[in-house]
Every structure is written in structure tokens, then in C-alpha cells.
């Protein structure tokens, strides 16, 4: 069974930092894309980040590039969400998703088999 955990999130202040993690498990971590997405109140989910499984190819919102950075450690089997300058438009829940195995990495939440709970990120002004 595929569990997706994501942790780290918090309250901070404008122009702060957070780094979200997310561990998953019954998988096989380093033959799957993983992805980054956030969903704040009243509006649809939204791709922030993703990395490949092959080459770690990244991918990247313009509304978080140069600001978010994501990374992976195959070795604990977690993928990274570093956030700098954080925005109060970047508050959201966040989410952490799994692609299908040899899939590449992608901005579609529809490409994305396995999610977790999400973990809120509140930026204050």
C-alpha cells in the first residue's frame, strides 16, 4: 500500500522561509516523478513544483521560480519543498503527489496516482 505523508508546514511571516517535506512508501521512490501542488481557499488546485524520476529533471510555476526549489532523496524516500520569500499569496494547503512508476514528471494533477493529506502553509503580512 502507497502512503505520501507531507510535513512541515506552518505559520510564517511574509519574505520568511519553510521547508515542506513529504516521505513516501510502498513504492518504488527512485522510478517515480513526484510533484508539489497547493490549493487556497476558494480556488482550484495548482501545480507548484515537480522533479523526475531519471534525472531529476525540475519544473517550476512562474509564480514560485526562483523562489521554491524541489529535491529529492532517494535514499529516504522524500522529496523536498524549499520556500523562500514566501508571499501571503502563497498561502495554501500543500500537497504532495506520486506519479506512476518510469512516468515523467509533470504539471497535471491528473498524472499524479497518489497524494497525500496535504499540510497547510499560512504567510502572514
Known amino acids: 500500500q502507497v502512503h505520501v505523508v507531507e510535513s512541515g508546514g506552518g505559520l510564517v511571516q511574509a519574505g520568511g522561509s519553510l521547508r515542506l517535506s513529504c516521505a513516501a512508501s510502498?513504492?518504488?521512490?527512485?522510478?517515480?516523478?513526484m510533484g508539489w501542488f497547493r490549493q487556497a481557499p476558494g480556488k482550484e488546485r495548482e501545480f507548484v513544483a515537480a522533479?523526475?524520476?531519471?534525472?531529476?529533471?525540475?519544473y517550476y510555476a512562474d509564480s514560485v521560480k526562483g523562489r521554491f526549489t524541489i529535491s529529492r532523496d532517494n535514499v529516504k524516500n522524500t522529496v523536498y519543498l524549499q520556500m523562500n520569500t514566501l508571499k501571503p499569496e502563497d498561502t495554501a494547503v500543500y500537497y504532495c503527489?506520486?506519479?506512476?512508476?518510469?512516468?515523467?514528471?509533470?504539471?497535471?494533477?491528473?498524472?499524479?496516482?497518489?497524494w497525500g493529506q496535504g499540510t497547510q502553509v499560512t504567510v502572514s503580512s
Open positions: 503527489a506520486a506519479g506512476r512508476s518510469f512516468s515523467g514528471a509533470s504539471r497535471l494533477s491528473t498524472d499524479y496516482a497518489y
Open positions: 510502498g513504492l518504488t521512490f527512485s522510478a517515480t516523478s
Open positions: 522533479i523526475g524520476w531519471k534525472v531529476a529533471m525540475t
